[in-house]
T-cell receptor
Framework: DADVTQTPRNRITKTGKRIMLECSQT?????MYWYRQDPGLGLRLIYY???????NKGEISDGYSVSRQAQAKFSLSLESAIPNQTALYFC???????????FGPGTRLTVL | GDSVTQMEGPVTLSEEAFLTINCTYT??????LFWYVQYPGEGLQLLLK?????DKGSNKGFEATYRKETTSFHLEKGSVQVSDSAVYFC????????????FGAGTRLFVKA
């Protein structure tokens, strides 16, 4: 079984809809991250969490919110989706001493 | 702040050619350095890493040496294969930055048979 899973894998939605992307991990890591990937822009950090009670904004948090329901679960929400949020979204965890990251398979989101 | 700069792609090579993808970084502390690879339709996965100056990371024929004096971590492979076609990301993780990872923009590699 995969260590970091994401649901759904693909989602098409309309402008103004609320969307939730879910991430679960079995790595036992405290640190979890949400990234957005756009062509030619690499990965940009949306939110990160160093433990269940710690949530931090990344470089592009506007229009997004997160919830850390448990050590193993970290959800990303788009309260009112807009077309420029069309992208590939990745969840990741990190190893505590070296910072090595472990990625989920990604969610491809299309906002029409 | 910390940053990573890597060469723009795409890079197109013939099978068995030598590969170099340049990566330089700026960091206030002593970061760990990584190369991640993303195959089509998949998430990123670690290719190799180095945690201190002069360390050499290696995996699957790829190598990169942590050069503190030139703040570089260039990725090399002596003979690429079609299966190496992917996007490669250089990254750093700095304890001083709370172990957030900073990624380069990625370099797409195409290998032709």
């Amino acid at each position: 079984d995969a260590d970091v899973t994401q649901t759904p894998r693909n989602r098409i939605t309309k402008t103004g809809k609320r969307i939730m992307l879910e991430c679960s991990q079995t790595k036992g890591h405290d640190r979890m991250y949400w990234y957005r990937q756009d062509p030619g822009l690499g990965l940009r950090l949306i939110y990160y969490s160093f433990d269940v009670k710690d949530i931090n904004k990344g470089e592009i948090s506007d229009g997004y919110s997160v919830s850390r329901q448990a050590q193993a679960k970290f959800s990303l929400s788009l309260e009112s989706a807009i077309p420029n949020q069309t992208a590939l979204y990745f969840c990741a965890t990190s190893e505590p001493t070296s910072g090595e990251q472990f990625f989920g398979p990604g969610t491809r989101l299309t906002v029409l | 702040g910390d940053s990573v700069t890597q060469m723009e792609g795409p890079v197109t090579l013939s099978e068995e050619a030598f590969l170099t993808i340049n990566c330089t970084y700026t960091a206030t502390g002593y970061p760990s350095l990584f190369w991640y690879v993303q195959y089509p339709g998949e998430g990123l996965q670690l290719l190799l890493k180095a945690t201190k100056a002069d360390d050499k990371g290696s995996n699957k024929g790829f190598e990169a040496t942590y050069r503190k004096e030139t703040t570089s971590f260039h990725l090399e492979k002596g003979s690429v294969q079609v299966s190496d076609s992917a996007v490669y990301f250089c990254a750093l993780s700095d304890r001083g930055g709370g172990f957030k990872t900073i990624f380069g923009a990625g370099t797409r590699l195409f290998v032709k048979a």
